[in-house]
């Protein structure tokens, strides 16, 4: 079966610190990757996606991803967080058949 | 742009209860999805659709039912609810390339008592 796992279910860290969320999929076949960012009381968003190519993209807010096609990974990092960083993280994978599978969520709490 | 409309916002059902949550969207887009959201669990896919007239079965299609009889409309129904259907539920819609991002409503927080 194809799945999305997602190894923190929180991660705290403090203001300013790094931070690696951690994402891993199955698949026998290509996928695009995707990570989606909800803050609290709203819907998920977008925050970046790869598709092919380089494996290493970057959002607009300083976040950045890694595609390991050998580990099956896409971790999630940022240098230095921010208090405005606080949300839960989504990873998801599109599949063959047009599924979309989410991950079950990290949360981040960032510490002052 | 009002972008993807859900409605109602929030329900409270009794057990046996009947309803429908009604997605909209006004960007043209093909696909369509609905997924709930339950704490530690994630995002869940209930059903999808394609293109009009069409509908799939996701992760958690059982006890839910789903039309899209307009491309700019996709309804979830549930025929008899359940207090394990108690989740905030979640449309989304896409262009419909598997390389496109998903668009979501804001949720639709439901009550099953």
């Known amino acids: 079966a194809q799945s999305v796992t997602q190894l923190d279910s929180q991660v705290p860290v403090f203001e300013e610190a790094p931070v690696e969320l951690r994402c891993n999929y199955s698949s026998s076949v290509s996928v695009y990757l995707f990570w989606y960012v909800q803050y609290p009381n709203q819907g998920l968003q977008l925050l970046l996606k790869y598709l092919s190519g380089s494996t290493l993209v970057k959002s607009i807010n300083g976040f950045e991803a890694e595609f390991n096609k050998s580990q099956t990974s896409f971790h999630l990092r940022k240098p230095s967080v921010h208090i405005s960083d606080t949300a839960e993280y989504f990873c998801a994978v599109n599949l063959r058949d047009d599924k979309i599978i989410f991950g079950k969520g990290t949360r981040l709490h960032i510490l002052p | 742009n009002a972008g993807v409309t859900q409605t109602p916002k929030f329900r409270v059902l009794k057990t046996g209860q009947s309803m429908t949550l009604l997605c909209a969207q006004d960007?043209?887009?093909?696909?369509m999805y609905w997924y709930r959201q339950d704490p530690g669990m994630g995002l869940r896919l209930i059903h999808y659709s394609v293109g009009e007239g069409t509908t799939a079965k996701g992760e958690v299609p059982d006890g839910y039912n789903v039309s899209r009889l307009k491309k700019q409309n996709f309804l979830l129904g549930l025929e008899s609810a359940a207090p394990s259907q108690t989740s905030v539920y979640f449309c989304?819609?896409?262009?419909?390339?598997?390389?496109?991002?998903?668009?979501f409503g804001s949720g639709t927080q439901l009550s099953v008592l």
């Open positions: 989304a819609s896409s262009r419909g390339r598997r390389y496109e991002k998903l668009f």
């Open positions: 960007m043209n887009h093909e696909y």
